[in-house]
């Protein structure tokens, strides 16, 4: 009976390390996710600008994804820094018509 409550209690034990490191490995693949910001001051509209700034983001080699903020004229990219550039993005923006358009943070 002994033997029994011990080998429980030693894989309750060893669970709950395998879940804290678990944790540990995803929180750190989440901050290491390449992230670059650009302010997009031009966009006026809630419905068509965000589409524009996405599409033109999306079209940017290295993109893995796009969220827009109209409230605060901010797009967000998760790309893959081997392929991104920046500075090919912001004139596409400029192309789009979103003049203003400039690289905020690139993490």
């Given at each position: 009976?002994?033997?029994c409550i011990a080998l429980s209690a030693l894989a309750v034990l060893a669970a709950g390390c395998q879940s804290?490191?678990?944790?540990?490995?995803?929180?750190?693949?989440?901050?290491?996710?390449?992230?670059?910001?650009?302010?997009?001051?031009?966009?006026?509209?809630?419905?068509?600008?965000?589409?524009?700034?996405?599409?033109?983001?999306?079209?940017?080699?290295?993109?893995?994804?796009?969220?827009?903020?109209?409230?605060?004229?901010?797009?967000?990219?998760?790309?893959?820094?081997?392929?991104?550039?920046?500075?090919?993005?912001?004139?596409?923006?400029?192309?789009?018509?979103?003049?203003?358009?400039?690289?905020?943070?690139?993490?």
């Amino acid at each position: 009976m002994k033997y029994c409550i011990a080998l429980s209690a030693l894989a309750v034990l060893a669970a709950g390390c395998q879940s804290k490191h678990s944790a540990v490995t995803e929180e750190s693949s989440v901050q290491a996710t390449p992230t670059v910001a650009f302010t997009v001051p031009d966009m006026m509209c809630e419905f068509s600008c965000v589409e524009q700034v996405k599409k033109a983001l999306a079209a940017q080699p290295g993109v893995k994804d796009v969220e827009v903020d109209f409230e605060s004229k901010r797009a967000t990219v998760v790309v893959d820094h081997k392929q991104f550039d920046a500075s090919a993005a912001i004139a596409t923006l400029v192309d789009y018509q979103f003049t203003n358009s400039q690289l905020v943070s690139d993490k």
